[in-house]
């Protein structure tokens, strides 16, 4: 059974930034599979963020608009997502899985945009 964790969430103000991270177990499980983060908003289906495939190239939605960076460090089992110039509309659950043939859910990440 694969378990997700998210960590990095937290508080900011508009404009801040923060890094999350996913660590999945068990240690094996990211280094073959296209990785992603999405978010949910209350009552929102998820939606996906940003995609990374194992050889590291990416693809992002269009409306992160450059300020979401996606990465993965397989010796640590870990997909980061770097976001920068947070916006209110950003506040959101984030979550991890793999693009396809989701996995168990993790608990996601609060992230919250407010002055």
């Known amino acids: 059974q694969v378990q997700l964790v998210e960590s990095g969430g937290g508080s900011v103000q508009p404009g801040g930034s923060l890094r999350l991270a996913c660590v999945g177990v068990?240690?094996?499980?990211?280094?073959?599979?296209?990785m992603a983060w999405y978010r949910q908003y209350p009552g929102k289906e998820r939606e996906l963020l940003a995609t990374?495939?194992?050889?590291?190239?990416?693809h992002y939605v269009d409306f992160t608009e450059g300020r979401f960076t996606i990465s993965r460090d397989d010796a640590k089992n870990t997909v980061y997502l770097q976001m920068n110039n947070l916006r209110p509309e950003d506040t959101a659950v984030y979550y991890c899985?793999?693009?396809?043939?989701?996995?168990?859910w993790g608990q996601g990440t609060q992230v919250t945009v407010s002055s």
């Open positions: 899985n793999r693009r396809v043939s989701f996995w168990p």
């Open positions: 068990p240690d094996y499980v990211f280094r073959i599979n296209n």
């Open positions: 990374i495939k194992p050889d590291g190239d990416t």
